[in-house]
């Protein structure tokens, strides 16, 4: 048995081979997700946090590194081995129309999974099942015979959702799930996310690039940059202390409500560089106005600076007076 967590992810890799060379979508991230909670992957859009849930599950074939989900080490399982676990182990996309078949209703599109893993004996049993779902999700069943483009997003969310409870996984990669809504929209999605979450015991991966939305969903936060995780935390010693020079870019970028917050942007300048064949070099040092010449002769590994707070920048101690 490795560890207590629902997931435990070791040094986990994912390059693509392109033909300029091979690109390091994720490069040794590792973390561990107690059950129940939640992981926010927060970075710009390019920095992997798709890519790694994805590689997660098995949905792109890792390069190297280690899963293990609920105890078992299911880094080598094969295909068959995998669309079993597939009812445990759920995604919710950003956009679900572009992951759905258009030609389908709502009662089909939820219905689908049951049909595919052949869970329900009858077809009264996958009604009532789809029936159950759609008020779980807050679909009126009114909308059953619907089809997806005459919703809005936020009842189109509802199907994705919908589509990836039916199955009662125990756990759920979120992928930009509410990225498309109206900041109303939002909310809703993401209430009905924690109460989910609350009644059943969910684990969840929440990827966005959003760090306001992700900071009230999230237990712990890992912020990626170009590939590699640059900070982690618990999400209220994040929001109170950030140590890495892009973090505390990333958290002065959200919109204060607060008229009485003085608080400054801090700008990124510059473009992401190339994650193809990267250098052994801090990757966020040719942004970075700290950065030294240590920064751009080796890269930085994640180090503990606080009890469980960890941060990957030469300069860690330095900068922060720790
Ligand atoms: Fe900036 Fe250097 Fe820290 Fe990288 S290692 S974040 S370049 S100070």
């Known amino acids: 048995?490795?560890?207590?967590?629902?997931?435990?992810?070791?040094?986990?890799?994912?390059?693509?081979?392109?033909?300029?060379?091979?690109?390091?979508?994720?490069?040794?991230?590792?973390?561990?997700?107690?059950?129940?909670?939640?992981?926010?992957?927060?970075?710009?859009?390019?920095?992997?946090?798709?890519?790694?849930?994805?590689?997660v599950l098995h949905l792109h074939k890792k390069t190297s590194g280690q899963i293990f989900f609920n105890g078992k080490d299911i880094s080598e399982i094969n295909k068959h081995e995998f669309h079993e676990l597939r009812k445990e182990m759920q995604i919710i996309f950003q956009d679900p129309f572009s992951s759905i078949d258009p030609r389908m209703s709502v009662r089909q599109l939820i219905?689908?999974?049951?049909?595919?893993?052949?869970l329900c004996k009858s077809k009264e049993e996958i009604e009532k099942k789809v029936k159950e779902t759609m008020d779980t999700v807050g679909l009126?069943?009114?909308?059953?015979?619907?089809?997806?483009?005459?919703?809005?997003?936020?009842?189109?969310?509802?199907?994705?959702?919908?589509r990836a409870i039916i199955l009662d996984p125990k756990f759920i990669v979120c992928d930009e799930?509410?990225?498309?809504?109206?900041?109303?929209?939002?909310?809703?999605?993401l209430n009905l996310m924690q109460d989910l979450q609350a009644e059943r015991n969910l684990t969840y991966i929440f990827i966005t690039h959003n760090l306001s939305v992700v900071k009230h969903i999230s237990n712990d936060i890992m912020v990626m940059y170009l590939g590699c995780a640059v900070e982690k935390a618990s999400s209220t010693d994040l929001f109170k202390h950030q140590y890495h020079p892009y973090t505390k870019a990333l958290i002065s970028a959200i919109p204060r409500v607060n008229l009485d917050d003085k608080s400054v942007r801090i700008p990124i300048k510059g473009e992401l560089v190339s994650p193809i064949d990267p250098k052994d070099q801090c990757r966020f040092a040719?942004?970075?106005?700290?950065?030294?010449?240590?920064?751009?002769a080796s890269a930085p590994t994640l180090e503990e600076v606080e009890p469980g707070h960890f941060v990957a920048c030469h300069r860690v101690r330095e900068l922060n007076n720790l």
């Open 1 to 55: 048995m490795e560890n207590n967590y629902m997931l435990s992810v070791k040094n986990l890799k994912k390059y693509f081979n392109t033909p300029t060379g091979v690109l390091h979508a994720v490069d040794d991230v590792s973390f561990d997700i107690p059950e129940g909670t939640t992981l926010g992957v927060v970075g710009e859009s390019g920095c992997g946090k798709s890519t790694l849930g994805r590689t």
């Open 140 to 162: 009126a069943s009114r909308l059953a015979d619907s089809y997806a483009h005459e919703l809005d997003g936020g009842r189109r969310q509802r199907i994705g959702i919908g």
């Open 111 to 118: 219905a689908e999974p049951l049909k595919i893993f052949k």
């Open 286 to 296: 040719p942004r970075c106005e700290y950065a030294c010449d240590k920064c751009f």
């Open 177 to 189: 799930p509410v990225s498309a809504l109206d900041v109303s929209i939002q909310a809703q999605i």
